[in-house]
């Protein structure tokens, strides 16, 4: 059997058009499947919604979360829900073309275990929000060491590569980089982004900017060696300005350099500020982890399947 899973937050617009989408598609087709709906705390009638369609349509399970903890703990939720062999994550609103999921399905039946979705074109964004997201990207690539380059949330996993990530004790998972960390035979299929039909995207540029350094921190430490590079950065001006300093003072003709030592002062204060900070942030994510707190909590449950 085939789960789809679909994280689903503020769509009551989209969420019955997709539905009705997926499940034509799916009955087209020969596959047996399931529809995993989780309602990430949605502040609309979202859930009312699924509530109304489930009734009609028995390949939907869903559950609700108590508020809302973000798309990543919602397609965990979904993973650990599901029932089948194979797991599509595909967003509630339309953007990841359905149709693909029949290609990622023959994927896995020709035995690989994860199949990536790729954009193509990323649909109409804003110029400045395709240079972050490429800024991104780039990074994460860097960091992780895997070409993150246009990856998506859309993806087919294999049963087993869905228990090893639930087992893996992390709360933050980067869910885009964690199906490429654990290897496997892997593939991926080429899509277009398609365009919102309704409602609107959830990202505002503060959020991704959080989102950006929130997943950079959780899969790389690489921005703590940034401070030790400037310390050494830092420490050969120092060599070199004290040895001027030092020939200067034998000289005897030091300057006064009260301009030096005041630029110097807030130059270094701000870096060792910002070292601290760094440095804080990631105490404050081994708080998080440390605290153990479930990535979700589950406070509404349709399963059809067991009537
Ligand atoms: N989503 C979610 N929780 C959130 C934000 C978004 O479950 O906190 C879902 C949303 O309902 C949609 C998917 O994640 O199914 C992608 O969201 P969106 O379209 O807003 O993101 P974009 O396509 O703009 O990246
Ligand atoms: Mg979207």
């Not at 996993?157 to 869910?175: A, Q, S, T």
């Not at 701000?270 to 105490?283: D, E, F, N, R, T």
Request: glycine letters at 6%; proline letters at 2%; one cysteine or more.
């Amino acid at each position: 059997m085939l789960s789809i899973i679909i994280p689903i937050y503020n769509e009551e617009k989209m969420i019955s058009i997709s539905i009705d989408v997926i499940t034509k598609l799916m009955d087209s087709s020969t596959i047996e499947y399931e529809l995993v709906l989780v309602n990430d705390g949605s502040k609309d009638r979202s859930w009312e919604t699924i509530k109304s369609l489930s009734e009609h349509n028995e390949h939907i399970r869903a559950i609700s979360f108590s508020r809302n903890f973000g798309k990543e703990s919602a397609i965990i939720a979904g993973l650990s829900y599901s029932k089948g062999d194979a797991c599509v994550t595909i967003d509630a609103d339309l953007q990841h073309p359905p149709e693909k999921i029949i290609e990622m399905y023959d994927l896995w039946k020709q035995g690989y275990k994860v199949v990536e979705g790729i954009k193509l074109s990323r649909g109409h964004e804003n110029f400045l929000y395709k240079c972050f997201a490429k800024t991104f990207y780039r990074i994460i690539s860097r960091a992780t060491g895997f070409d993150m380059q246009n990856t998506s949330d859309f993806k087919l996993l294999d049963r087993e590569v869905v228990d090893i990530i639930l087992n893996m004790p992390e709360k933050r998972m980067f869910f885009r980089a964690i199906s490429a960390w654990v290897g496997f035979k892997s593939t991926h299929v080429e899509y277009n982004v398609q365009e919102r039909i309704e409602g609107v995207s959830k990202w505002s540029a503060l959020s991704l900017i959080k989102y950006a350094i929130n997943n950079i921190t959780s899969f790389s430490s690489a921005p703590l060696q940034l401070v030790t590079l400037a310390g050494i950065i830092y420490l050969i001006f120092a060599i070199a300005l004290s040895v001027q300093t030092l020939v200067g003072f034998f000289e005897n003709n030091s300057v006064e350099g009260f301009t030096t030592v005041i630029l110097l002062q807030l130059i270094t204060g701000s870096i060792l500020m910002l070292a601290i900070g760094l440095i804080g942030y990631y105490i404050s994510k081994i708080f998080e982890e440390v605290k153990s707190r479930p990535k979700y909590i589950v406070e509404g449950e349709i399963d059809n399947s067991i009537n």
